[in-house]
T-cell receptor
Framework: KNQVEQSPQSLIILEGKNCTLQCNYTVSPFSNLRWYKQDTGRGPVSLTI?????NTKSNGRYTATLDADTKQSSLHITASQLSDSASYIC??????????????FGKGTKLSVKP | NAGVTQTPKFRVLKTGQSMTLLCAQDMNHEYMYWYRQDPGMGLRLIHYSVGEGTTAKGEVPDGYNVSRLKKQNFLLGLESAAPSQTSVYFC???????????FGPGTRLTVL
């Protein structure tokens, strides 16, 4: 069964600190992996998207890594800011049939950055 | 560009009532999607469209209908609302199948 598991469920860190969020997946055949940021009361916004051949991608203070062999991804946030408080969603796309790309969504990690 | 917009932002319905949620995008995207998001669960696909005049079922289509008469609009209908349809509904669009999806701000629906 295609699944995306994220950990931790929630995380509290102090402003200025770094943190790493984890995503493990059992999706096959794999097409790409995306990380989205969702602010409270808003729609998700894409941070990064990685294909099978990419093992790291950065977007400002956000760096995503992908290990396609172990089917793991991480999202590292550097020098956190209060505005980083949000849910971070890992989404994996399966490359088989269906025009919508068969996206499998994780439940998200809720990050709270405290002053 | 407004991106993806959704109407209304909030709505309260009584069981059995009907309503239509409107999604509009101004990015000329071919693909459009309707999701629902419930506490403790990931986003789940209700219906999607790969172009004007086409629609298809997603993971949780029961109780919903959709239409895409114009490329820029994707409507989600609830014919007879049930409390189990209380949720936050998100619309999204993308230019191609595996591209990034752009999400709207969501519609919070409560069915009493």
């Amino acid at each position: 069964k295609n699944q995306v598991e994220q950990s931790p469920q929630s995380l509290i860190i102090l402003e200025g600190k770094n943190c790493t969020l984890q995503c493990n997946y059992t999706v096959s055949p794999f097409s790409n992996l995306r990380w989205y940021k969702q602010d409270t009361g808003r729609g998700p916004v894409s941070l990064t998207i990685m294909t099978f051949s990419e093992n790291t991608k950065s977007n400002g203070r956000y760096t995503a890594t992908l290990d396609a062999d172990t089917k793991q991804s991480s999202l590292h946030i550097t020098a956190s800011q209060l505005s980083d408080s949000a849910s971070y969603i890992c989404v994996v796309s399966a490359n088989y049939g269906g025009s919508q790309g068969n996206l499998i969504f994780g439940k998200g990690t809720k990050l709270s950055v405290k002053p | 560009n407004a991106g993806v917009t959704q109407t209304p932002k909030f709505r309260v319905l009584k069981t059995g009532q009907s309503m239509t949620l409107l999604c509009a995008q101004d990015m000329n995207h071919e693909y459009m999607y309707w999701y629902r998001q419930d506490p403790g669960m990931g986003l789940r696909l209700i219906h999607y469209s790969v172009g004007e005049g086409t629609t298809a079922k997603g993971e949780v289509p029961d109780g919903y209908n959709v239409s895409r008469l114009k490329k820029q609009n994707f409507l989600l209908g609830l014919e007879s609302a049930a409390p189990s349809q209380t949720s936050v509904y998100f619309c999204a669009s993308s230019p191609l199948r595996y591209n990034e999806q752009f999400f709207g701000p969501g519609t919070r629906l409560t069915v009493l």
